[in-house]
């Protein structure tokens, strides 16, 4: 098996022809498929479109003719918001230059403007509380602003999993919590959520997030403990594996943090029903933070279908 990278959307075609749209500046078409979204149905299609080059200055005068639409606002605030991070760079803040913090600060300055406009519109807007949730972070509004904003969203939307992709980043020793803070609410999160959410997977992040800031080989040994293997398997059926799961982008980024996670524990047949999904094409930047990315997810791959067709695990 040759792996190769395919962008999550483009495995949705409902979610790849929205994206088509924006690049094609087709607001009719891209305001109607976004009509009566759910805030992860927006975000897994706003995503893929911050990405694209210039497409700023079309949403700006697409907000500008639509000042009442929250869509509109939300989806230029989360462009804008990409390109913050763009000038800003993703160096460790020792190694960022003034004159990048300034830029940076500069357009998060003018996203909560913005923000805060739609909310003398909207109060109650989903999209763009989740919003404010990341522009709080970036400007330094200290974790319980950050809270208060998740709470506020919360209250209107429970469950939702960007809003607590999110929040969990701020709680993170990187940012404002420790370890302890983020996994106590990815569990509280998750033990909370309906059966089939992506919420349930919330632990998932948890333990990637730590594999990715502290030595390899602790985390290697912590994920091969028979707790937080059981604690992966849970969250795993309880969302991307349940039969109540409704799949988007999302679920394969999901199903990649726990082919990763579990591969790296060596329990490989328990990793096997997520690469089984991933097939040779896991998601653009799933596994980019390996050594050797995409031959390291074939070596995975192997040892996943192998430990299966043995019946090893559990």
């Not at 700006?60 to 009442?68: I, Y």
Request: aromatic letters at 10%.
């Amino acid at each position: 098996m040759t792996a190769t990278y395919v962008d999550a959307y483009r495995r949705f075609p409902a979610v790849a022809a929205l994206v088509a749209a924006a690049e094609q500046r087709d607001w009719d078409t891209l305001r109607t498929g976004l009509a009566g979204a759910s805030p992860d149905g927006f975000f897994a299609v706003s995503s893929p479109i911050t990405q694209l080059t210039g497409v700023e200055d079309w949403l700006a005068a697409v907000a500008a003719a639509n000042p009442t639409d929250p869509i509109a606002a939300a989806l230029l605030i989360e462009r804008l918001m990409s390109v913050a991070w763009e000038r800003r760079t993703a160096q460790r803040a020792g190694n960022v230059t003034p004159q990048q913090f300034a830029a940076f600060h500069e357009l998060l300055t003018e996203v909560e403007a913005r923000e805060r406009d739609a909310i003398t519109r909207r109060r109650e807007d989903p999209l763009i509380w989740t919003c404010r949730i990341t522009s709080g972070m970036g400007l330094g509004v200290g974790l319980s602003e950050i809270t208060r904003r998740y709470r506020r969203l919360q209250g209107m939307v429970p469950h939702c999993y960007e809003a607590n992709r999110r929040y969990i980043t701020a709680l993170f020793p990187k940012w404002y919590g420790t370890y302890d803070d983020a996994l106590a609410h990815c569990r509280a999160e998750a033990a909370a959520a309906p059966d089939g959410s992506l919420c349930r997977a919330l632990p998932v992040l948890y333990y990637a997030e730590q594999w990715l800031m502290e030595p390899d080989d602790t985390v290697k040994q912590l994920l091969a403990k028979p707790a937080v293997h059981d604690e992966l398997l849970a969250a795993a059926r309880g969302s991307v594996l349940s039969p109540s799961h409704v799949a988007g982008p999302d679920t394969l980024f999901l199903h990649s943090r726990f082919a990763m996670l579990l591969g790296l524990g060596k329990w490989w047949a328990d990793a096997w029903p997520h690469f089984r999904q991933l097939g040779p094409y896991p998601p653009t930047g799933s596994w980019d933070l390996m050594k050797d990315p995409l031959p390291t997810y074939e070596k995975f791959y192997a040892a996943a279908e192998q430990a299966a067709g043995a019946g090893e695990g559990r």
